[in-house]
């Protein structure tokens, strides 16, 4: 028997369909082994060496012994693992795991998982490729260094859950330095002079009186409205007309960085759930073939492709779009931005015959998207660019100068796959010489806007140019720093907290390095030339000592942020002494018997210290009694909006929606003739029995007093809009009719 070792199980599934008998294939899940959860987990020598720690975790045992038995009945044992450097030591660690020595198991790599690039890659096994392991060491343990010592000075500095790493940090100050920009911006006032000619031309003033009207040139309502005057008793003619042809350029194909830039733009898809659905399609998906890889490696630098993969490429094009959309030559790209290429090409479709309109009958609709976007920019890359014929029209008078640009597609080139938001704007047919009118002029007032906030996929593109990070840290970064709540993300915009402004200040402060983009980007350099064979045990022990010597200082001379002001007060709950404290969003007040005692209140400024309760509104009192205790029911505010809680919390629990009390419907509970209450739960507002949980009838929708005509049926209708229809939908069965009919 032969055994292959892969990392994911979709993947396993996928290639053992490839396979005969004589071949098993296993999933190691990932790492197997790693440095351990609950402490440090690297040794320092007498002689200053850093050495890891590495062992098996508990929830890998499993997985480690079905590896080992069938290693033992295997005669040989490929290591299959994604071919970059993380895929490298996940091999490494798995020889390791079952007592092999890594150097002696064949190591197959793949960029693609399909029937043909499998049996090529067990036709030409070689070994374990130690430079690249030694880079991903070095990273893990540049990350653990700094995580496991700088998150717990910042924990005890600061706030208790806070973290720090190497690249996390570093991504949260760009972040950060942008807010801080926004927060700076003075806007400055400028005019424009709004011109359109006959026939409806629209046109820009580009000098007046010799001098070259730019954005910021008119910067007062008196000038624009002295230049406007002037120039309208001026008359005009055409004093040249130039047409030029441009070109637009072929878009290189897709690598990680790019993909998931266009899938936020173009599909509204985070860069976590681009990645999701990528790693779907390139371990395997039905097809017509059956279950295959569709797309080559998606976490890729590189924009290499494969020669046979271009000249299908150009195939296809010549046999469906025709010669013109065929370039002479076969178009290369190279990469521009910083940093080491990951794997060998960029991400393309496997098979060009499985087209977006073949692949609609096989994929789910998000997966349909991002495979139709991957497919059309390969093809798009290898086609020729398009062209447009441009127009440019001077005016003239005595003192003004205008010009009017148009511009028209006259071959749309890869245009014919990709699209283009460019439309056509047409310049009418004048001559050199031509007087021309002036049909509306106006002075318009206009402000500079500040340099707008990072979205997910222009972040992306910023850490890319940077060099922070590779490929495969971009999704994780920004999700850390989500999870984390350093930032928020609202409208797609990424918007930095409170607390993200307190920590990037104190690391700039005592550990410039950590949040510096050179720095990191210098580090990323460095493990680029380890992966090319540079020593990696100097690069730890250089940064370790100097790094730990700040976190030894730090512990000393940091002052604390913490904030725990007694405020001569004790809570109502429990007695004990309430205190001003600070969190994520602003100062708080809590009891100092936390976490026994949970009670809470807000203050007047979240900002201020001075521990000045928010004022209470009369609206918070009620005369309502708690039904389970008697108590006094309170007004509270929380995630879902006010609600009724009982005072005497946290002894009674008790609580009621606001919305219930005032909402109720005129239809009686179908299953039990009781009264329906409009609720509030965490998934949304709903319909619900007031005998709750004797009767346990939901209904999202509101319900009518018709029944269902289908037999057997009988339940009860609610309305609702579905698919822009308002339609009945059935409370027991779901079956809808339009309301209609």
């Known amino acids: 028997m032969k055994l292959i070792i892969v990392e994911s199980p979709a993947k396993a599934k996928t290639i053992k369909n490839f396979l005969g008998k004589e071949y098993e294939v296993i999933a190691s899940k990932g790492h197997i082994r790693d440095l351990p959860k609950s402490r440090f987990g690297i040794k320092i020598t007498d002689e ?125 100050k760009i972040v950060i330095d942008r807010e801080r920009e926004i927060n700076a911006f003075v806007p400055q006032e400028f005019w424009s002079i709004d011109t359109i000619f006959n026939p409806n031309i629209d046109a820009n003033l580009i000098k007046f009186q010799n001098e070259k009207i730019e954005k910021l040139t008119i910067t007062n309502e008196t000038r624009a409205k002295e230049i406007t005057q002037t120039i309208k008793g001026e008359s005009f003619n055409v004093q040249k007309i130039e047409t030029k042809q441009r070109k637009s350029s072929t878009p290189p194909p897709y690598m990680t960085s790019t993909l998931q830039q266009s899938a936020s733009s173009k599909l509204s898809y985070s860069p976590k759930k681009t990645m999701m659905v990528a790693q779907t399609l390139y371990e395997g998906v039905k097809t017509p073939e059956g279950t295959s890889g569709v797309i080559t490696y998606m976490r890729t630098d590189s924009l290499n492709l494969a020669k046979e993969a271009v000249e299908g490429a150009r195939e296809f094009i010549l046999s469906n779009y025709g010669e013109k959309y065929l370039p002479k030559d076969i178009k290369t790209y190279n990469k521009k931005s910083k940093g080491a290429q990951e794997a060998h090409e960029a991400i393309r479709p496997t098979m060009l015959s499985f087209t977006p309109r073949l692949a609609a009958s096989f994929l789910k609709p998000d997966e349909l998207k991002l495979y139709t976007l991957i497919y059309n920019r390969f093809l798009a890359c290898q086609m020729n660019d398009a062209q447009f014929e441009q127009q440019s029209i001077i005016f003239r008078s005595d003192s003004a100068e205008y010009r009017a640009s148009g511009r028209k597609l006259i071959f749309d080139g890869f245009y014919i796959l990709e699209g283009s938001d460019d439309k056509d704007k047409l310049l009418p047919i004048l001559t050199e010489g031509d007087a021309i009118d002036i049909t509306s002029i106006k002075p318009e007032q206009h402000f500079t806007e500040p340099p707008a906030r990072y979205s997910e996929a222009s972040l992306i593109k910023k850490l890319e140019a940077e060099g922070i990070g590779r490929p495969s840290t971009y999704a994780p970064t920004i999700s850390t720093l989500t999870a984390r709540q350093y930032i928020t993300i609202e409208k797609r915009q990424l918007i930095p907290t409170k607390i993200a402004f307190t920590v990037t200040e104190m690391l700039e402060k005592h550990f410039a390095d950590i949040v510096d983009a050179q720095f990191t980007s210098n580090m990323e350099e460095t493990l680029d030339e380890i992966a090319e064979g540079r020593e990696w045990q100097s690069v730890l022990s250089d940064f370790y000592f100097p790094f730990m010597e700040k976190i030894a200082e730090g512990k000393e001379k940091i002052v604390s942020l913490k904030l725990a002001k007694p405020l001569g007060r004790n809570c109502p709950e429990c007695d004990s002494e309430l205190l001003l404290r600070g969190g994520r969003y602003g100062n708080f007040i809590a009891c100092s018997g936390f976490p026994k005692c949970k009670y809470t209140e807000q203050v007047a400024d979240e900002n201020s210290e001075d521990g000045t309760p928010a004022p209470k509104s009369e609206a918070d009192n009620t005369d309502e009694k708690c039904d389970k205790c008697g108590s006094d029911m309170t007004v509270k505010a ?53 005998h709750y949980p004797t009767c346990k009838f939901i209904s999202k929708f509101e319900l009518t007093d018709k029944k269902c005509a289908l037999e057997g049926c009988g339940g009860a209708l609610s309305t609702r809009t579905y698919r822009n229809k308002d339609v009945y939908e059935c409370t027991k069965c779901k079956d809808r009719t339009d309301r209609s009919e």
């Open 48 to 172: 200053n060496i850093l050495t890891p720690e590495y062992s098996v975790a508990k929830e890998n045992s499993a997985i480690v012994k079905q590896i080992k038995d069938l290693a033992k009945k295997s005669d040989t044992i490929y290591i299959a693992t994604d071919e970059d450097r993380e895929g490298e030591a996940i091999g490494w660690h798995i020889a390791h795991a079952i007592k092999k020595d890594p150097e002696s198991l064949p190591r197959i790599v793949f960029h693609e998982i399909t029937k043909t690039a499998i049996q090529h890659a067990l036709d030409n096994p070689r070994t374990i490729d130690m430079p690249s392991v030694n880079a991903q060491q070095t990273r893990r343990l540049l990350d653990r260094i700094v995580g496991y010592k700088l998150s717990p000075l910042l924990a005890s500095k600061i706030q208790k859950g806070l973290s720090g790493g190497r690249v996390q940090s570093s991504s949260l």
């Open 638 to 690: 929380g995630r879902n909006g006010k609600f009724l809680a009982c005072s005497a919390y946290p002894k009674c629990k008790n609580t009621k929606s606001l919305e219930q009390e005032s909402k109720t419907s005129d239809i009686p509970c179908p299953d039990c003739g009781g009264k329906l209450l409009y609720r509030q739960s965490k998934r949304g507002a709903f319909w619900g029995c007031e």
